[in-house]
């Protein structure tokens, strides 16, 4: 049996050790890491400095930035680390602190998702009305809640998967402390974390559910558009972003739901990339450097001609 203090170490196995791959692995991750945190602080810059940007959609969208600079920090850094410096281990403590990161952001994303869907379902479907039921306090009380569930899924998870005695070379094999690895090292069952594990998969899928079910009318809306340029221009707006959530979704269910194999293949290392590195490297491009009003915004800044908002 392990005795695990915060003296202990993991070993991260994940990646093949081969130094060409390493360092090619490396160089490829911190090139995505630079690129989402470029991304992510470029929109939480221009939402804050541009007053006409202080609308409903760019206030989720400021807190969809920091939650994609959150996810891809909890679990790249230390990978480049690793790979640039030859070693593979991380602490405990340094593990525990991955896990908890990693199930706030990304539980707190698929809830802010949500919001955001149901957000463009209201100013599409119901124009006149979307100041009265998307308002400041609605949009407070809707971000809010995401943080809320997304912080007390973290401990529930965090506390549920190091409450349990973990048996033999304490291995993970893994780019970061994966949680379905983690339970493989436990020395009996962990009946707490399971549960806590289909709780949070029962309600990623009523998020699904309702994102797609917004899409749906959304949809609907969009076909009755007599402009076919207008239905291009939403369809070509709408559609990268259920990609992505379905990628972010679908990606984690696999993981999380199949049994672990005993020799994890470089798919399933690719599979944990779809839902960690992927959306918040490609969230900045399909949600709003891709928007007109975010391209004005940064001629703007690269102009330097903001006025103070206040």
Known sequence: MANLTSGSSFLLLGFPRAQELWL????????????????????????????RLHTPMYFFLR????????????TVPKSVANSLTRQNTISFLGCVAQVFLFFLSATTEVALLTAMSYDRYVAICHPLRYEIIVSQGACVQMASSSWVSGALNAVLHTAATFSVPMCGPLHVHQFFCDVPQLLSLACSRNVGELVVIGLSLALDSV????????????????LKMPSW?????????????????????????????????SNPSLWDLLVSVFYTVVPPTVNPLIYSLRNKDMKEALRKLLRGRFRPSG
């Open 63 to 74: 807190n969809l930035s920091l939650l994609d600079m959150c996810l891809i920090s909890a």
């Open 229 to 261: 340029k207008g239905r291009a221009k939403a369809f070509s707006t709408c559609l990268p972003h259920l990609a992505v959530v379905t990628l972010f979704l679908s990606s984690g269910f696999f993981a999380y739901l199949r049994p672990l194999p």
């Open 207 to 222: 998020c699904f559910v309702l994102i797609d079910a917004s899409y749906i009318h959304i949809f609907s809306a969009v």
């Open 24 to 51: 090619l692995q490396a160089v490829l991750f911190l090139v995505l890491y630079l690129a989402a945190l470029l991304g992510n602080l470029l929109i939480l810059t221009l939402a804050t400095v541009d007053c």
